[in-house]
């Protein structure tokens, strides 16, 4: 009796680490570093229920906002480490780890959030691209909505002429730079969490980005002078560290990319909805907002296409200036 005691109390606690094993609950972290109220947190959000729901709760992701692990270019360091999981960033801030994502911040490529979702769904030249990131330690699984960088400044801003002399900030991205400079801005690079301090204390003058991240990180508190240029389609892919990708089985990868999916659907319809609404609340906050002529800045960074060329080839170049043309002929802006 004694000897089968002993062996149904082995067996039930076998029993009971394997269950314990199989529900157990990894969890995984997501930095960004948008505020806790912007869009970014609220689809990390989405995202996040979304994984833990089609993996059973096998997956908790913990999200990190407002740059509390890293900036954005530590976090995507961070990726190819394993040191965290997931991040969300601007297309340009994963040009560091492969130089030609610099060509999707060339200025002016799309007109409309249509248009702009078209070419990071199905360009045949960008969806290669990706394809190359697994390489580097990284990959892409979609691609959540900020909108069109514009411009916050102290002073206005009503053509090129008034940035003769001002500094604008920008991130660690060739294109973005040339075109501020051709504008006629003299360039700092900084990360997005130092910006408002550095606009407060004089060191820049003012800064460019989606309607979405300036009502998010409040730039327009202290450069209150929101210009309307729309000058580039920045969206946001959401990426997961290749090591953490290669871990999961195979049902877990297919779980994660339909989370993904949904998502960037919850972010684009998000975003795309909320930018008139965010100006008005902006605005009553003491904003100034104002939609220039646009066609002097459109002028005035002709020049960047070369640029682009000479460093990136005009093959590369034209592949991607046509893919966005045959896009907006596609689906003209009404």
């Known amino acids: ?153 102290k002073d206005p801003l009503t053509s090129p002429a008034d940035a003769a002399g001002k500094k604008m900030r920008v991130f660690p991205n060739d294109m973005i730079r040339w075109t501020m400079e051709a504008v006629g801005f003299q360039t700092v690079v900084m990360p997005i969490t130092d910006v408002y301090l550095a606009i407060q204390q004089g060191t820049v003058d003012g800064q460019e980005n989606p309607v979405d991240t300036i009502k998010s990180l409040r730039f327009y508190e202290v450069a209150p002078h929101i210009t309307l240029t729309r000058h580039v389609y920045s969206p946001l892919p959401l990426t997961i560290s290749e090591k953490t990708w290669q871990a999961f089985s195979d049902a877990d990868k297919e779980a994660v990319r339909k989370a993904a999916a949904e998502s960037s659907a919850f972010s684009r319809d998000l975003v795309k909805n909320s930018v008139n609404a965010q100006l008005e609340e902006m605005t009553a906050e003491g904003a100034k907002v104002s939609t220039p002529e646009i066609g002097p800045f459109r002028e005035a960074v002709a020049s960047v296409y070369d640029q682009a060329r000479g460093v990136y080839g005009a093959e590369a170049v034209d592949k991607v200036l046509a893919d966005a043309a045959k896009i907006r002929e596609m689906m003209p802006a009404k």
Not at 35 to 49: K, L, M
Not at 128 to 148: C, H, I, N, S
């Open 1 to 153: 009796m004694n000897t089968l005691l002993k062996t149904l109390t082995v067996t039930t606690a076998l029993m009971g680490a394997l269950g314990a094993g199989a529900n157990a609950q990894t969890v995984l972290k997501f930095s960004h570093t948008d505020n806790p109220g912007g869009s970014r947190q609220a689809a990390a959000e989405v995202f996040a229920e979304k994984v833990k729901e089609y993996t059973e709760g096998r997956y908790e992701i913990r999200i990190f906002p407002a740059g509390q692990l890293a900036n954005d270019p530590k976090a995507i360091e961070q990726l190819q480490l394993g040191g965290v999981d997931f991040t969300v960033s601007a297309t340009g801030s994963y040009a560091t780890h492969l130089t030609t994502l610099n060509l999707t911040a060339m200025p002016f490529l799309v007109d409309t959030y249509e248009q702009g979702w078209e070419f990071y769904d199905n360009s045949e030249w960008l969806r290669g691209e990706f394809d190359k990131l697994p390489e580097v330690g990284f990959r892409v699984l979609a691609t959540w909505e900020a909108g069109f960088r514009s411009y916050t400044t």
